[in-house]
């Protein structure tokens, strides 16, 4: 059964840091781009960021510009979200999502539950003094 795990949530201080993981070793991620979402309390879905299934391509929401970094694993089927210099903006369940894509140097990232064949079932993060 086709399945995303995200680990690596936590509390962690404003200017700290945090690495989630996305275990994807049910796909075969050279046929698929992974990507990841956040939701905020109050507040709607945010595409901030996901890698190709070539892993050449990848996309940041400029909120996450410059902070936030993707990479994917292929020998272990796990994808990492870097995530540096966190604010307390940041706070969010963060869910890593997948889309067939086969060996392309693109990704595409969105917030509705449709546009993505596979959703995991979040990891929190949360950024506070």
């Known amino acids: 059964q086709l399945q995303l795990v995200e680990s690596g949530g936590g509390l962690v201080q404003p200017g700290g840091s945090l690495r989630l993981s996305c275990d994807a070793s049910?796909?075969?991620?050279?046929?698929?781009?992974i990507g990841w979402v956040r939701q905020a309390p109050g507040k709607e879905r945010e595409g901030i960021s996901c890698i190709s299934s070539s892993g050449s391509g990848s996309y940041y929401a400029d909120s996450v510009k410059g902070r936030f970094t993707v990479s994917r694993d292929y020998a272990n089927g796990t994808v990492y979200l870097q995530m540096d210099s966190l604010k307390p903006e940041d706070t969010a369940v963060y869910y890593c999502v997948s889309d067939w894509a086969p060996l392309s140097d693109i990704c595409t990232i969105g917030t509705e539950q449709g546009q993505h064949d596979f959703w995991g079932r979040g990891t929190q993060v949360t950024v506070s003094s």
């Open positions: 049910t796909f075969i991620l050279d046929y698929y781009s």
